[in-house]
Structure formats: C-alpha cells, structure tokens
C-alpha cells in the first residue's frame, strides 16, 4: 500500500473547510492547499503530521490565530507559507523553535502585537553555510522512502517567493533561501535588534506595519540581504550607517 507523503492541490477552486481527517496522513512532508478557498480555522489535526517539512496554505480565507503547536509539534518545518489569509492574532513565540525553519511567511493577514525576539533562534536562518546533505535529501524528497513512493526521480519541491516585490519559483535551489516576510499586518513594536543574528536572511520584509523606534544598527550584519522592505511604518531618526553594507 502507498503511503501518502506529499499532498499538491494548490491553486485550484476548492472550498469549505480543510478537512481533519489529513491530520490521520502521518506520513506526510509536503502540504500544498494555497490559491483556493479555504475558510474556518486551521484544524489541529494537522498536528498529527509531525514530519511535516513544508506548510503551505497562503492564499486562502483561513482566520482565527496562529496556533502555537507549530512550533511544538511540528519540529522538522522548513517552509511555513500562511500569506494573504485572515489570521488575527499575534505571532506566537513558539516559532522560534522551528530551527530548520528557512522560509517565513505570514504576510498579508492582521497579525497585531510584537515581533517575538526569539526567531533570533532559528538556526537554520543564523547560518551562512549550505545546508548539509541530508537536509538536502529531505528538502527534496529524496530520502530512500520517498524513492519508493515517487519513484527514481523524487518529488522535487518548489515554492513561489515574493521578494523585492515579485514573485519567483524556487525548485532545485530552494534549500538555499532564507525569507522572513510579515508585511501587511499590524504588528507594532520596535524592530528587534537580535535579527540581526539572522546571518543568513536573504530577504526580510516588514512593510505595511505599526513598528516604531529606531532602526537598530544590528542589521548590518545581514550580509548576505538581497531585499531589505521598511517602508510604511513609523521608524524615527536617521538610517543606520551599517545599513548600508
């Protein structure tokens, strides 16, 4: 019997609520749901899924908040992609403990509160070296049980980014992208000085929010950014010299 590990039914029609008999495929890596329409909560069967390497349900009419077993329970995240839906609560901390986490995306909800500090933890975003074969192998699919299932080729993951304000596809190098956008919420606060820990961003978008206070100078060791979106918010005082590289 095959065992069901990657699930694709993005951009389709489909609506209602997301069923929590997928909470019952405990074998799945890759969820795709985004770019249909999708409403209600998300359901806390997908709890269950705890090898889940990709989260994508961006593109829907999801709402209520996000939920913090996430981060507790599904440790192996690489790709969280929550954007443009209805989500309204604030970010929850436990995300943090996502370390394999390397795409963040939760734009275009109405997420209020802070930025938690701690995503300074996630380590997978705090390294400047590629990651190791294995994560390579998990990325990809490619890990013998996968093999047996997709066959010799594997099941190639891909992902659409917006960065620097377009989309781009992301498939046989998306193992190299570190992305953090929260753009197009509420979220008030300062920016907090320990992303610049993120030593492997590449892309950090925080536009369209509440944040205040000055931009700190930390962020000037986020050498390897190839886009860097402040803009609509309300940061006082002058640009950071270390911003600019």
Excluded at 219 to 231: A, P
Aim: glycine share 8%.
């Amino acid at each position: 019997m095959l065992t069901l590990t990657a699930l694709n039914l993005a951009n389709n029609n489909l609506s209602g609520e997301i069923p929590s008999t997928l909470g019952s495929t405990k074998d799945l890596r890759t969820l795709h749901l985004g770019g249909n329409h999708f409403k209600g909560e998300l359901p806390t069967a997908l709890q269950n899924c705890t090898i889940l390497v990709t989260l994508d349900l961006g593109g829907n009419e999801i709402s209520g908040s996000k939920p913090a077993w996430i981060g507790e329970l599904l440790p192996f995240l690489r790709i969280l992609r929550l954007r443009s839906n209805f989500f309204n609560s604030t970010i929850p901390s436990q995300l943090s403990c996502l370390s394999s986490l390397q795409i963040l995306d939760l734009a275009n909800n109405s997420l209020s509160g802070t930025i938690p500090p701690s995503f300074s933890n996630i380590a997978a975003m705090a390294q400047m070296h590629k990651p190791n074969e294995r994560m390579l192998e998990d990325m990809q699919g490619a890990v013998q049980s996968s093999v047996d299932n997709y066959g010799p080729t594997g099941y190639i993951e891909s992902m659409i980014v917006v960065m620097k304000g377009a989309d781009q596809e992301y498939s046989q190098n998306l193992q190299y992208v570190a992305h953090i956008d929260l753009s197009n919420n509420q979220l008030t606060g300062q920016f907090p000085q320990e992303l610049g820990d993120l030593i492997g961003l590449q892309n950090l978008n925080l536009s369209s929010n509440q944040l205040t206070g000055k931009i700190p100078g930390e962020i000037g060791k986020l050498k390897l950014l190839e886009s860097l979106d402040l803009s609509m918010n309300g940061f006082p005082g002058s640009i950071p010299t270390s911003c600019l590289f």
